[in-house]
């Protein structure tokens, strides 16, 4: 996986279980994958104008 996959395998050598935290390693390698060669927009830039909903 790469960055921050040390602090996964921290916690399973701890618990001793090899499948603790799984969806959490899925779901950060699909987000890097659709990352890939974009440069990010940080959030209080990209929704500057964000209003709420009228309710």
């Known amino acids: 996986m790469g960055?921050?996959?040390r602090?996964?395998?921290d916690c399973r050598e701890q618990s001793g279980v090899e499948s603790d935290?799984?969806?959490f390693?899925?779901?950060a390698e699909?987000?890097?994958e659709?990352?890939?060669g974009k440069k990010p927009q940080p959030a209080h830039i990209?929704?500057?104008d964000?209003?709420?909903p009228n309710q």
């Open 3 to 5: 960055r921050g996959n």
């Open 7 to 9: 602090k996964i395998d």
């Open 34 to 36: 659709s990352d890939e």
């Open 50 to 52: 964000w209003q709420p």
């Open 25 to 27: 390693q899925w779901l």
């Open 46 to 48: 990209a929704y500057k």
């Open 21 to 23: 935290f799984e969806w």
């Open 30 to 32: 699909r987000i890097m």
